[in-house]
């Protein structure tokens, strides 16, 4: 990967980070509103005395939920974490594990030596390429995460995730910002163990359509909860 290329990477994650947390919300709140709204009807305005539009509107959204101390934290840390710690973050796990994840390859085809690639098609290449990266990415993520949840001293950071006594819709990214360095840095393990063995049975560098592949699964990634 060239200096272009990684700086294209740099400025592509940083667009889909802050595209995916501006999009977050909304979507967050069509889900609650579908969601809530059917289990509203089927079971809950059957049993209760108000009935109002705005009898409605209080069980989707109770006011409390967002106005008690720990949803003030909750919006507090999602602005911050939002901001600035996803956005560096994501830069670093994506460009640094790819930048390395090519130098990996160089060191497995010069230690194993060059081999026919497995295919030479476009879809087939990039296919593979993308498995690779999200292969490496998830288990890695996966890692970290349980880590997280069996070493004390790491237990101690990501237990900050799991302490918000108001279930808002702000409350997924409540975490401490050192959370994401330690789970970053075991995705960008994952990121570089798979980038570098499919771009050795693909026989190349990293193609451009599975970098703009990555960069669309980044925004997805990020809507549907599944970062640090």
Known sequence: MSISEASREIYRTLVDSYVAIALSVPIVLIGIFLTGSLYYVTFVRKNIDDR????????????????????????????????????????????????????????????????????????????????????????????????????????????AHHSAESPNLFAFLRSHPLEHFLNGSTRVLGTVAGTGLTLYLTAGDLHAVTLATIFWFNIAYVLIGFRA
Do not use: C
């Open 52 to 159: 109002s539009w705005s009898g409605w509107l209080n069980y989707l959204f109770p006011r409390d939920m967002y106005t008690s101390p720990s949803a003030k934290i909750d919006i507090w840390v999602w602005i911050m974490n939002g901001l600035l710690f996803i956005p560096i973050f994501e830069v670093f796990i994506v460009v640094v594990g790819l930048v390395v994840g090519v130098s990996f390859y160089g060191l497995i085809a010069s230690t194993l030596g060059p081999i026919r690639p497995v295919t030479t098609a476009v879809w087939g290449v990039v296919g593979i390429q993308f498995l690779g990266f999200w292969l490496g990415q998830g288990i890695g993520q996966y890692v970290g995460h349980l880590a997280m949840h069996k070493v004390p001293a790491l237990w101690a950071l990501h237990r």
